[in-house]
């Protein structure tokens, strides 16, 4: 029996839909955990060098105690020390980024290490008076970006590897800070890496979700040909 020109027509629109499609998207790695962590290129150049033999969550636990008693102590508002905080961070948390997490508590890794990231910038930026718009607007860039992130997962599409390297990682985005706090560009260090961050992840995010297909339309498609 001939087949449909229709059906076929469909068939074919949607195959090169979805060969576009996986040019610009890239699949979803083996552990999702590994990618809520959002390391940056120092952290996972750490985790190459171990080759995932270091259990990431008790070393980042006790990352998590050091930088809470370096920032009640006001580690953050002494411009000599404050690389310490995410120096201690990255040597403790960095090499785990190559472990495939697959623990039974392994899942706890990423909350730990936003609530790390996001109490730092917090309080350095109001233990060296930056204007508290300019700490929204920087935690509001990295926020929109990790809930991006988490509903990319959540859809089987994950950001382009070079994101995670321009987007500077948790740890490369606390060194930045730190760097700004001891050169006394805190205030301007805030902006700067404010907007940065809001072009660039609003950009690609902005991209990605336009060229992913529309689930609608290929449900409708797949139920004509039932």
Not at 112 to 117: D, G, W
């Given at each position: 029996?001939?087949?449909?020109?229709?059906?076929?027509?469909?068939?074919?629109?949607?195959?090169?839909?979805?060969?576009a499609?996986?040019?610009?998207?890239?699949?979803?790695?083996?552990?999702?955990v590994?990618?809520?962590?959002d390391?940056?290129?120092?952290?996972?150049?750490?985790?190459?060098?171990?080759?995932?033999?270091?259990?990431?969550?008790?070393?980042?636990?006790?990352?998590?105690?050091?930088?809470?008693?370096?920032?009640?102590?006001?580690?953050?508002?002494?411009?000599?020390?404050?690389?310490?905080?995410?120096?201690?961070?990255?040597?403790?948390a960095?090499?785990?980024?190559?472990?495939?997490?697959?623990?039974?508590?392994?899942?706890?890794?990423?909350?730990?290490?936003?609530?790390?990231?996001?109490?730092?910038?917090?309080?350095?930026?109001?233990?060296?008076?930056?204007?508290?718009?300019?700490?929204?607007i920087?935690?509001?860039?990295?926020?929109?970006?990790?809930?991006?992130?988490?509903?990319?997962?959540?859809?089987?599409?994950?950001?382009?590897?070079?994101?995670s390297?321009?987007?500077?990682?948790?740890?490369?985005?606390?060194?930045?800070?730190?760097?700004?706090?001891?050169?006394?560009?805190?205030?301007?260090?805030?902006?700067?890496?404010?907007?940065?961050?809001?072009?660039?992840?609003?950009?690609?995010?902005?991209?990605?979700?336009?060229?992913?297909?529309?689930?609608?339309?290929?449900?409708?498609?797949?139920?004509?040909?039932?």
């Amino acid at each position: 029996m001939a087949r449909r020109p229709g059906r076929a027509a469909r068939g074919e629109g949607r195959d090169r839909a979805e060969t576009a499609i996986s040019v610009q998207l890239t699949p979803v790695p083996r552990s999702t955990v590994v990618a809520y962590r959002d390391d940056g290129p120092l952290s996972r150049g750490m985790g190459a060098l171990v080759a995932g033999q270091l259990p990431p969550l008790p070393p980042l636990i006790a990352g998590a105690f050091v930088i809470g008693v370096l920032l009640l102590i006001g580690v953050a508002g002494s411009d000599g020390l404050a690389i310490f905080a995410p120096a201690v961070t990255l040597l403790l948390a960095g090499p785990g980024s190559s472990h495939p997490h697959d623990g039974r508590l392994d899942w706890l890794v990423p909350p730990v290490v936003r609530m790390i990231e996001y109490t730092f910038i917090a309080a350095c930026g109001y233990a060296h008076d930056v204007p508290p718009v300019l700490i929204f607007i920087l935690l509001g860039a990295m926020a929109f970006h990790h809930y991006d992130l988490v509903y990319r997962l959540r859809q089987r599409v994950y950001p382009p590897p070079w994101l995670s390297t321009f987007g500077l990682g948790w740890d490369g985005r606390m060194i930045v800070l730190s760097l700004s706090a001891i050169a006394g560009f805190m205030t301007g260090g805030f902006a700067l890496l404010g907007a940065y961050l809001w072009l660039l992840f609003g950009w690609e995010s902005l991209t990605c979700w336009l060229a992913a297909p529309r689930s609608g339309v290929d449900a409708a498609d797949m139920g004509t040909q039932d």
